[in-house]
């Protein structure tokens, strides 16, 4: 295991500290292990709280700032995080009008996080919760697990934030959250597998033409695995999940993000939104906005997600509004 | 059973813990996200240190705070579930002894606090495939008038045996069920810990 | 190799189209093979060209913007571009105030920048260069190739970019970017090793335990082959040898960037980022501003860059200044 | 030499470069940033390309031509310093056909702009290595009177001697040079492809 770090038990405290030292924005409480933004909560402003296992970043720490989360919550390398940090993030960003929780869909984030709004329910917070479950990638039902929570976290998490700072209402908010999840999907390849500090080798091993395909962001191997395919076809591969489930028609207007898993270089992921442009080209529906970089890694995993949301004028114009975070900012 | 037995049933899960968490962190990379060791681990060290110096009422509280701590610290779905199960459990036993019979019917407490908040049934290749074998091993054995001994013995190796067969299944709850059909063939990690849990207190009240 | 490419010989042609559909802000001439702001040129204004080879995204073509850069020529993966395209970019964004070439120290990138700007020269057009040289892990000499131009490389265009956009003159401007590139001071450690698409195979092996420490960005070998390390250690490696070539003393104020290489996870950077904080306050300096993230790559190696500028009042508010790229944006 | 000669000079050269595209990558993937090979034909394939139906006055405009297209398509340091050598070269042949000692003025000519523009001596490891020896075998082939097809020959061998000799070599210009005494023991893929340009030139003065 190759890793830059002091020691696996560290990694966590370490980042912690650097995020704190990077960022004079937000503030770290490395006792409670949450990050909230430097200038405290927002007096009548809904608050996002958002977290999940570290190995994602800049989820959800990168988020945190003006137009987007209020706070993020870390929890250990792909383990998300204990009621207590959710609680006490909670607590540290309401504003009075509220804590909306934005959760991916694994057992452990909606176990954790619905205990901690029963926690801060209990004093007095009024909360409410978004789930994001857009990964097509998992076959969804009702005896399973479910979909996983993966790209469209971001698009949550912006357009949501979005409605935040304008003074939404709770109810709106969590509104407009989950309007962005239903119109988001995702899907995943991955060229190499990722390797977390505590185990110390890979989830799984890839030959040299070989990839997994339907991968999420937690090192676990994906649905099949194939032979590697030239960047178009793995782009088609993940396009014709999406769209097999969430059918853009001519005229449709998209935000899509094109997002690497932590170890691929920012030159491949241009060249596979070359092939992303195409494939909407071809069927005639605009991207209006797009993101291409690491926004939802999965340690240093090689590969790509590919995250397409449906979007409307209220999306879209959301999607605008200022954010000033560490890993996202326009407009301001 | 009593609180001191209670307390070296808990610390021979930390014990437990200790040794396994590269096996059940491996089981884990198999077919989830390589952290169930590491977070049963840092949990029931929690744990210990939590209940080094607390002066518990009766037996149920010795079990509360053990889950209340693994809500805090670990985390992930094991962090709950495991919470839940040890908080409902003790919830049942309010005394400074447990009667066998009393404890059997914590235990399904602890099980249908499992099942409420994670919805797996039998066969979902969950720590409920290992859960609920030793409970029923444990009951009935209890009921049959064994020794408490002879009845964690009996939950122990029906724990053994449910991990064992969550090899054959195909995962329906928790991360193992993104693979779909490549989960089969990899034993659960929860349904592992489990078996720890009831080799521990077959030890504990048998030593 | 396991690559997220449709064929060796269409990476930089792709990542191109890719770059070209994903900004709109940036205007692509495939055919020149040059990336320009979408406005044109700024009458008037000193414009900034730089260029490379490709494969250190965002490096250079991330930096096109207001308040950078006025064009990129990326040449093929790690090989810098032909004067050709030196010449079209010149051309193509000269306002009337002269264009600044930000060259980084490799003999190809030197010489064919050098004919370039005779070139361009000849046509008309005024031209100035900045040679960056800020790799410490080289030894320089006069004998030499000299110092590699690594991480200086982003201060340098934002801050003489910052100082054309203010309508300074070439000579202002060059200057500027010269005292920049004085001020600074780089040094890398590889934990993998990274594959160009052509070679099809990795520049050096590591075994699990090792690393190359003193690397550039283009997959050749370090100085020299250590055991792996705790990022503590090899943070003090590297501050080490830039503290001992420019030192830094009690009082001192830097911008300071850590650098991923490419297939590093960001949360890998901030763990080194809070030993370097440390570094600098065990020192006394302060670090006043920092980047952590992927600015200047080499594929998809694994490791880390630190680069140190010592920075003045004029640097700093230089540095402030709006700019707004794909890559670095602030202020807009 | 005429101009006949000289077209199929260069589509030797062309043709080596093909051939040796992965060999000179390689050795470039030791020391250097992996892409000479790959340069040189991309190069060398751009050169055949604008001497297709290209109509030139003399011998030189060949090179020229080949020096011009080579600085305009390779890129890198090996793109200005061939570009320069063959400029440089064929801006000293202008009629339709190069007397032997005009060739072998005609190429110091070359070397000497490589030299001027790298600044590299021979022992620095580069390119230089394999041209200067070739030169001095070439010219001194000349001067004794020999058939310009031999003294290509003596080019060739004394080109291939001087790129073996890099092995020994530490670096001192070019990308080799950062890495130190770790250039040491690697051929240097500059003085490789010298080497191929002049067999290529034996080849096409002796077919
Ligand atoms: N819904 C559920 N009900 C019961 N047990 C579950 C459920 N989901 C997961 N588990 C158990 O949790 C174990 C995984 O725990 P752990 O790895 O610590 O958490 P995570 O999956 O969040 O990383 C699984 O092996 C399984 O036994
Ligand atoms: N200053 C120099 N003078 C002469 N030849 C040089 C010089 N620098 C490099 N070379 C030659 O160029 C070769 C490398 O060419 P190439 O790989 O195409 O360019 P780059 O080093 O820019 O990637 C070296 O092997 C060496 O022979
Ligand atoms: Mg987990
Ligand atoms: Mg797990
Ligand atoms: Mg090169
Ligand atoms: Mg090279």
Chains 1, 3 share one sequence.
Not at chain 2, 91 to 103: C, I, M
Not at chain 2, 174 to 193: C, E, K
Request: net charge negative.
């Amino acid at each position: 295991m190759k890793k830059l770090i002091n020691a696996p038990e560290a990694v966590l405290s370490d980042a912690l500290a650097g995020i704190a030292a990077a960022h004079p924005s937000l503030r770290v409480d490395a006792e409670a292990r949450i990050i909230t933004r430097a200038g405290g909560p927002s007096a009548g402003k809904v608050a996002l709280v958002s977290g999940g296992g570290s190995g994602h970043e800049p989820l959800h720490g990168g988020f945190v700032g003006t137009g987007m989360l209020h706070a993020a919550c870390p929890g250990e390398v792909f383990t998300s995080p204990v009621p207590d940090q959710v609680v006490a993030a909670a607590r540290a960003v309401d504003g009075g009008a509220g804590v909306l929780l934005v959760v991916k869909n694994y057992t452990g984030d909606v176990l954790n996080f619905e205990m901690a709004a029963e926690l801060a329910g209990d004093e007095g917070i009024e909360v409410a919760t978004v789930l994001v479950d857009d990964d097509v990638a998992v076959q969804d039902s009702t005896w399973t697990a479910g979909r996983r929570g993966t790209g469209a976290t971001v698009f949550v998490e912006k357009i949501a934030g979005a409605l935040a700072e304008q003074g939404a209402s709770l109810a709106e908010v969590a509104e407009v959250g989950r309007r962005v999840n239903a119109a988001s999907r995702s899907f995943a390849v991955a060229l190499s597998p990722c390797t977390t500090p505590a185990a110390g080798k890979p989830g799984f091993e890839l030959a040299d033409d070989e990839m997994e395909v339907g991968v999420g962001i937690h090192g676990e191997p994906g649905r099949s695995r194939e032979k590697l395919e030239p960047a178009s076809a793995i782009v088609a591969t993940a396009l014709d999940a999406i769209f097999a489930d969430q059918p853009l028609a001519a005229g449709d207007e998209a935000i899509v993000m094109v997002n690497g898993l932590g170890g691929t270089p920012l030159i491949e992921l241009y060249i596979a939104y070359a092939e992303v442009a195409k494939y909407f080209a071809e069927r005639d529906v605009r991207i209006v906005r797009n993101l291409v970089g690491d926004y939802v890694t999965s340690l240093e995993m090689a590969g790509v997600m590919l995250t397409v949301c449906k979007a409307d004028e209220q999306l879209l114009s959301l999607w605008d509004a200022p954010v000033n975070t560490p890993a996202l900012r326009w407009g301001l | 059973v009593d609180i001191h037995q209670t307390r070296i049933w808990v610390r021979a899960i930390t014990a437990a813990m200790d040794q396994n968490k590269d096996r059940l962190t491996q089981l884990d990379s198999a077919i989830g996200d390589a952290d169930h060791g590491v977070n049963m681990q840092r949990g029931f060290t929690a744990v210990a240190a939590a209940l080094d110096g607390y002066e518990p009422a009766g037996v149920g509280d010795v079990l509360v705070k053990t889950g209340t701590t693994l809500i805090s610290s670990v985390g992930g779905a094991a962090g709950p579930l495991y919470g839940t199960f040890f908080r409902a459990v003790g919830k049942q036993l309010t005394g400074p002894v447990a009667e066998p019979a009393q404890l059997a019917a914590a235990f399904e407490a602890g099980l249908a606090g499992v099942q409420k908040l994670g919805a797996a049934v039998p066969g979902d290749k969950t720590m409920v495939d290992a859960l609920a074998p030793a409970l029923a091993a444990f009951g009935a054995a209890i009921e049959d008038g064994q020794d408490v001994g002879v009845a964690a013995e009996r939950a122990a190796t029906a724990a053994e045996a449910g991990a064992q067969e969550t090899i054959a299944l195909q995962a329906r709850k928790g991360r193992a069920s993104y693979l779909g059909p490549r989960s089969i063939g990899h034993q659960d990690p929860g349904a592992t810990s489990t078996a720890l849990v009831f080799r521990a207190l077959a030890e504990a009240l048998t030593s």
